[in-house]
């Protein structure tokens, strides 16, 4: 009986850094990666840079719209996000949930994807997204009339989970 | 003994499980630009039959106009002994954006020379088509300010289109 008990202690104890490692936020498991792709989704006009997992919209100058009645500056822009199987399973199909959250900006700006304002808690972006095919979104950048002149930043994380 | 097989088998399943699933990944989207200073000018309002008010591009109809007849759509007349004036108002509205300044200037030109004996007024200051006339320089922002619009024909003048447009321009103090 003795053994028996020992017996499963240890395998539970074999399964626990599989279980641990499934809370961290990026962890690539050995033999099963997931890449996150940006895509630009306008014609290309230089405003958007792209490279893998890491993706620039550069607004460059942005003043009030002279003709709008509306208050504060709206900046919007499509953009495509894929993910992809980059190793492991020979099959690149299955959905996957992509999550997105404002890492860190400058309080200057207010960021809305799809409609949806982004905080520094992740907002669930596509909770059924393809792996290997393109979802597009729009991210809406608002900027006050009351902000000063001057630079602003702010950086988007996205996180991709497999279900 | 069954019992205790089978306990195993369950925890061998959760551990497979957990390596199976724990695929993940991120990425950053980065967003930079830089905000500039605006500010936008709109006319709200102006006697004659309008449009495009609340733009910065509005136009006045007054039609057909004499000494002796009926006044245009939002206009008075007043005759005098030797000319007569057409009286109105125009609504201009100045705003800003991501700007600090507290007030601005605004002046007005006529587009071209007036006709002959026609005199275009505004606050009082006869316009001219070759210097701007201040009519404020501290003019409220996001609050429409009325400025008195007169157009003073002289009865010498002859009859023909007095067509000619007021352009206005707005500086940032």
New interface residues.
């Given amino acids: 009986m003795a053994r028996?008990l020992a017996?499963?202690i240890l395998?539970?104890l074999?399964?626990l850094p599989?279980?641990a490692?499934?809370g961290r936020?990026?962890?690539?498991?050995i033999g099963?990666?997931?890449?996150?792709?940006?895509v630009d989704g306008t014609a290309a006009d230089g405003a958007f840079m792209a490279a893998?997992?890491?993706?620039?919209?550069?607004?460059?100058?942005?003043?009030?719209n002279?003709?709008g009645?509306e208050h504060?500056?709206h900046?919007l822009r499509r953009?495509g996000?894929r993910?992809v199987?980059t190793s492991?399973s020979a099959s690149g199909t299955g959905t996957v949930t992509i999550t997105?959250r404002i890492?860190s900006s400058d309080g200057?700006?207010s960021?809305r994807l799809d409609g949806r304002p982004l905080t520094e808690l992740p907002t669930i972006v596509d909770a059924h997204a393809a792996i290997g095919a393109v979802g597009f979104h729009i991210?809406e950048?608002e900027?006050s009339?009351?902000?000063?002149?001057?630079?602003?930043?702010?950086?988007?994380?996205?996180?991709?989970?497999?279900? | 003994m069954r019992k205790v097989f089978a306990v195993c088998f369950t925890v061998a399943l959760f551990a497979f499980a957990a390596t199976a699933s724990a695929a993940n990944s991120s990425g950053t989207l980065t967003v930079t630009g830089t905000v500039e200073s605006s500010i936008s000018l709109t006319v709200e309002s102006a006697g004659g039959t309008t449009s495009g008010t609340g733009t910065a591009a509005a136009s006045s109809d007054i039609g057909n106009i004499s000494k002796f007849g009926s006044a245009p759509t939002g206009f008075t007349l007043a005759r005098g002994a030797s000319n007569w004036t057409l009286s109105s108002t125009v609504g201009v509205q100045v705003v800003k954006a991501n700007l600090t300044s507290t007030d601005y200037t605004l002046t007005a030109q006529l587009g071209s020379a007036p006709a002959s004996g026609i005199a275009w007024k505004l606050n009082g200051s006869t316009l001219s088509d070759s210097a701007a006339t201040t009519l404020t320089s501290t003019g409220t922002y996001a609050s429409t300010g009325s400025y008195s619009w007169d157009i003073v024909v002289a009865d010498s003048a002859a009859a023909a289109a007095i067509d000619n447009s007021i352009n206005f321009t707005a500086a940032s103090n």
Avoid at chain 1, 52 to 64: F, P, R
Avoid at chain 1, 148 to 163: D, L
Wanted: hydrophobic share 50%.
């Fill in positions: 028996q017996f499963m395998t539970a074999l399964a599989a279980s490692s499934r936020a990026v962890a690539p498991v099963d990666t997931l890449s996150i792709i940006f893998g997992g890491e993706a620039w919209l550069d607004m460059k100058g942005v003043s009030h002279a003709s009645r504060g500056t900046v953009f996000v993910v199987r492991g997105a890492e200057r700006t960021i991210i950048i900027i009339d009351a902000v000063a002149p001057g630079p602003v930043a702010t950086t988007v994380t996205w996180e991709v989970n497999a279900q």
